[in-house]
């Protein structure tokens, strides 16, 4: 598909969005998520209407989001993995909002759903933030950029105008 193509232009970070529901914890990879107003704070993600896991979640009413760091590959791939125990073998903690975060994240940040909006073959999902919380490593983030799993050397980002190159040759851990 073009658009897919011409997207995979554009980096994304890799976060992974989870909840109790019924006293079980689901999840699942998103690579949609943004920053949507800072006052009050909102961010937003997108969710396929073919998931089996975004119904549960969004019955839930509220969520965890894990801001995925380079050594969580298999965490991310984990959740994206259609008809398996996602959380099977990953580390997780309950956070402040009482819902599933993977440990060894960037951020969490616990979000109550604001809205959702039907929009072509997703759900556009508008959360407000509850609380958030920074882990302190010293990681990269997981980064998604032409259908690979990556990291953005933030140690040695480059300016606009500077070494553009900075970061070639920097492998995922």
Known sequence: MR???VFGHYPTGVVVVAALS???PYGFTVNS????SLDPPIVGFCAAHTSSTW???RDAGAFTISLLSVGQEQVCRSFAAKGSDRFSGVEW????GG???IDGALAWIDCVLDDC???GDHELILARVVSMTTNDVDDDPLVFHGGRLGRLCAGTLATASGNARACRGSPAS
């Open 33 to 36: 998520f943004t920053s949507v």
């Open 99 to 101: 819902h599933p975060g």
């Open 22 to 24: 019924d006293g079980e």
């Open 117 to 119: 909006h039907l929009v």
């Open 3 to 5: 658009l897919r193509r």
């Open 93 to 96: 903690s309950m956070k402040e």
């Open 55 to 57: 119904p549960r979640i």
